[in-house]
Structures are given as C-alpha cells and as structure tokens.
C-alpha cells in the first residue's frame, strides 16, 4: 500500500523527488500534468515527465423540445485526486523563498526555449525566397 495511491495507479514513481507540477488542458478531451523532480546528482532520470490523461465525456440535453445535446467534458476523478497528493507532497517541501527561486528557475527555461524559437523561426524566414 503507498502514501499516494492515485499517483502510483498514473505511474509516478518517486514522489519523494517531487517538487512541483503543472496543469493544463491541452485539449477539450485531455488534461497534461507536467511533474517536476529535484533528481539526485548523477541520475539520468528525467527532471520532468508528462502525463496525458483523458477527460470523461458526458452527453446532456440543452434542449428538450428539439433534442438538442451537447457534450461536456470532465476531469478525471484519478487526476483530481492525484493533483490533491500531488499538493500534499508540494505543499510540505516548499518555502516562499523556494516557491521564487523555481518561479524564477521556470522563467528562466521559458525564456531560452522562447529564444531558441524565435531564432529558429527566424531561419525559416531566411530560407524564403
């Protein structure tokens, strides 16, 4: 039996080394958690990994003269439980002082991966005759 048995039963492994997540919905129908690790020196496993999960789909009537359905789409119970571990863990290792420093650590990644992007775009634009 573990600590966190939404996060084992999504395949997370060492939540020990959690310090951080992100949520997301990159489509109507799928949500992506982002995990972040503090990995110990030398280890080759990843600093993050994502996880892509399905969102229930329910059908309900917005119109019963004319039959009229829509479709409504909803987290899942797993991922929402998973994200109150997932605060748990976080939530007990992280200062304020800490919170700034990977805020900041985030940007800082944010702006390279920008950068590296734009100049890559930038390129493409040269390559136009």
């Known amino acids: 039996m573990t600590t966190y048995p939404n996060l084992a039963q999504m395949g997370v492994q060492n939540p020990q080394e959690i ?3 992100t949520l997301y919905q990159a489509s ?3 949500d992506v958690l982002k995990i972040k690790y503090q990995r110990p020196k030398g280890s080759f496993l990843p600093v993050t ?3 892509s999960i399905g969102r229930s789909v329910h059908t309900r009537m917005i ?3 004319t039959g009229k359905t829509e479709e409504v789409y909803e ?3 797993i991922l929402s439980q998973a994200v109150v571990e997932l605060d748990s863990i ?3 290792k992280v200062s304020a002082d800490e919170l700034k420093q990977q805020i900041l650590a985030e940007i800082e990644r944010m702006q390279l991966d920008f950068t590296s992007e ?3 775009l930038r390129q493409l634009v040269g ?3």
């Open 19 to 21: 310090i951080g997540y």
């Open 28 to 30: 109507p129908s799928t």
């Open 49 to 51: 990994r994502s996880y």
């Open 63 to 65: 119109d019963s003269g």
């Open 75 to 77: 987290i899942s119970p």
């Open 90 to 92: 976080v939530n007990d």
């Open 118 to 120: 734009i100049n890559a």
């Open 127 to 129: 390559k136009i005759k």
